[in-house]
Nanobody, 126 residues
Framework: QVQLVESGGGLVQAGGSLRLSCTAS????????MGWFRQAPGKEREFAAAINSDGANTIYSDSVKGRFTISRDNTKNTVYLQMNSLKPEDTAVYYCAAKVGSFYNGISDRGQYLYWGQGTQITVSS
């Protein structure tokens, strides 16, 4: 069982930046691809970004591409999401998750992710 704990959420003005962190409890963290999802009020949880186990490959949703950057430090069991040029529509609870299996198989499918964090709130004011 891998426990994931997100941090770094908060309130920011439109155009600002935040960096989220997600730290895993297990050293097996380096075996997993990691993803960030988000869920706005009244909406389904949606994929934002993912990174493969060694950090060499990343994928982004169209809505965050060019503004968000996912990275990881396997020596610290941590994955990051750097969010720049934030917009009010980025307001959501952000979740990190650990994926099993092939990186590209179902990369945006919530069902492919085995472990989830508790989420951290991001609020972007206009």
């Amino acid at each position: 069982q891998v426990q994931l704990v997100e941090s770094g959420g908060g309130l920011v003005q439109a155009g600002g930046s935040l960096r989220l962190s997600c730290t895993a409890s297990e050293r097996t963290f380096s075996m997993y691809a990691m993803g960030w999802f988000r869920q706005a009020p009244g909406k389904e949880r949606e994929f934002a970004a993912a990174i493969n186990s060694d950090g060499a490959n990343t994928i982004y949703s169209d809505s965050v591409k060019g503004r968000f950057t996912i990275s990881r430090d396997n020596t610290k069991n941590t994955v990051y999401l750097q969010m720049n040029s934030l917009k009010p529509e980025d307001t959501a609870v952000y979740y990190c998750a650990a994926k099993v299996g092939s990186f590209y198989n179902g990369i945006s499918d919530r069902g492919q992710y085995l472990y989830w964090g508790q989420g951290t709130q991001i609020t972007v004011s206009s």
